[in-house]
Every structure is written in C-alpha cells, then in structure tokens.
Nanobody
Framework: QVQLVESGGGLVQAGGSLRLSCAAS????????MGWYRQAPGKQRELVAA???????NYADSVKGRFTISRDNAKNTLYLQMNSLKPEDTAVYYC??????????????WGQGTQVTVSS
C-alpha cells in the first residue's frame, strides 16, 4: 500500500506565501507523474500543477508565475511553493501520485488534503 501525506497548509494574508509538501511512503517501486489539485467549496476539483519524473511541469493558467512545483525523487516528496497568494486560491489542496508498487501495477493515489485559506 502507498500513503501520501500533505503538510504546510494554513491561513495567510493575500500576497503572502506558503509551501506545501507531500511525502509518499509504502511499497513504492517508482513514481511517475505527481501533481497538486485543489477543491474550493461548491466547485469541482481542479489541477493546479503537475510534474513528471523527469521534471517536466505544467500549471493551471490561474497560478502561472506565482506557484512553483518541484519534487525530490530520492525522498519521494512533492512540493508546491505558492507566492503572491490571492483569496481565490483558498481551497483544500490534494496531492496526487501515479505510483508503481513493488508488487503492483501503476495506480493513482491521493493524499487526505490540506486546507489553504487566503484572507483579503
């Protein structure tokens, strides 16, 4: 089994910064694409940013230039540096990883989510 544990959420004023982390653990053979998603109240979950094992990234238009996704493959850890935060960034942020287990084929796994609240 594979677990994803997020940390780093919280309350911040508009214009501030936060850094989210997501640590993957368990019977991991390899991790392909990892990503951050978010879901605001009453809205669908949306992709914020994703990164491949080789370091290729893509971002939602709404966060380009403000957020930076990165990963440490040796530590199986994903990061999201969020700068110039806006009230509309308020949401629960979820980590996602496409993981090949030691004895299993690739599966998508999700973290439990971490709340990010940006006050105006």
């Amino acid at each position: 089994q594979v677990q994803l544990v997020e940390s780093g959420g919280g309350l911040v004023q508009a214009g501030g910064s936060l850094r989210l982390s997501c640590a993957a653990s368990g019977s991991i053979f390899s991790i392909a694409t990892m990503g951050w998603y978010r879901q605001a109240p009453g809205k669908q979950r949306e992709l914020v940013a994703a990164i491949t094992s080789g370091g290729n990234t893509n971002y939602a238009d709404s966060v380009k230039g403000r957020f930076t996704i990165s990963r440490d493959n040796a530590k199986n850890t994903l990061y999201l540096q969020m700068n110039s935060l806006k009230p509309e960034d308020t949401a629960v942020y979820y980590c996602n990883a496409n993981v090949a287990g030691v004895l299993t084929l690739k599966n998508d796994y999700w973290g439990q989510g971490t709340q990010v609240t940006v006050s105006s």
